[in-house]
T-cell receptor, first 114, second 113 residues
Framework: EDQVTQSPEALRLQEGESSSLNCSYT??????LFWYRQDPGKGPEFLFT???AGEEKEKERLKATLTKKESFLHITAPKPEDSATYLC???????????????FGKGTKLTVNP | NAGVTQTPKFQVLKTGQSMTLQCAQD?????MYWYRQDPGMGLRLIYY???????DKGEVPNGYNVSRLNKREFSLRLESAAPSQTSVYFC????????????FGEGSRLTVL
């Protein structure tokens, strides 16, 4: 069964304290891995797409990386406004039938204290 | 630029009542989706439409129906609401015909008593 696991479930950081969020996956036929940010009471907002192992994408204080089994979202010198839930999603091809699907992880809730 | 617009934002129903959640996108996207989000469960796909005139079941379609009214609009109907359908519902769209980068609406919070 295709699975996407995010860790930790919750993370508290002090402003300026860098850290990483993890997204591990077991899927066949990876098409792409996506990171989203979700603020309370809002819909997820797209951040990055990664397609192949070794790829990296950056946006402000965020950098996403991808290996064959996991992705990391690195947060450098976070600010309180980076507080949100970060979701990982993997697009894969079904082993039977060949149709595509998108599997979401449960998210990591990040809190950055001033 | 509105993006993806969902209505209503909040709704309370009694068990057995019916209702329709409306979704419209103004980005000329081909694909549209309905997800539900429950605590501890993550986002789960209910139905999707890869193009105007087509709809397909997702992971949790039971108890729901959808209509792709035109390229812009994709509605989700609960014919006989159950407490298990209490959730936050998100509509999303993407430019291609299969997933990729999704643009989400702000969500519709539904409570079934």
């Amino acid at each position: 069964e295709d699975q996407v696991t995010q860790s930790p479930e919750a993370l508290r950081l002090q402003e300026g304290e860098s850290s990483s969020l993890n997204c591990s996956y077991t899927v066949s036929g990876l098409r792409g891995l996506f990171w989203y940010r979700q603020d309370p009471g809002k819909g997820p907002e797209f951040l990055f797409t990664l397609y192949s192992a070794g790829e990296e994408k950056e946006k402000e204080r965020l950098k996403a990386t991808l290996t064959k089994k996991e992705s990391f979202l690195h947060i450098t010198a976070p600010k309180p406004e980076d507080s949100a839930t970060y979701l990982c999603a993997v697009q894969a091809v079904e082993s039977q039938g060949g149709s595509e699907k998108l599997v979401f992880g449960k998210g990591t809730k990040l809190t950055v204290n001033p | 630029n509105a993006g993806v617009t969902q209505t209503p934002k909040f709704q309370v129903l009694k068990t057995g009542q019916s209702m329709t959640l409306q979704c419209a996108q103004d980005m000329n996207h081909n694909s549209m989706y309905w997800y539900r989000q429950d605590p501890g469960m993550g986002l789960r796909l209910i139905y999707y439409s890869a193009s105007e005139g087509t709809t397909d079941k997702g992971e949790v379609p039971n108890g729901y129906n959808v209509s792709r009214l035109n390229k812009r609009e994709f509605s989700l109907r609960l014919e006989s609401a159950a407490p298990s359908q209490t959730s936050v519902y998100f509509c999303a769209s993407s430019s291609g015909t299969g997933f990729g980068e999704l643009f989400f609406g702000e969500g519709s919070r539904l409570t079934v008593l």
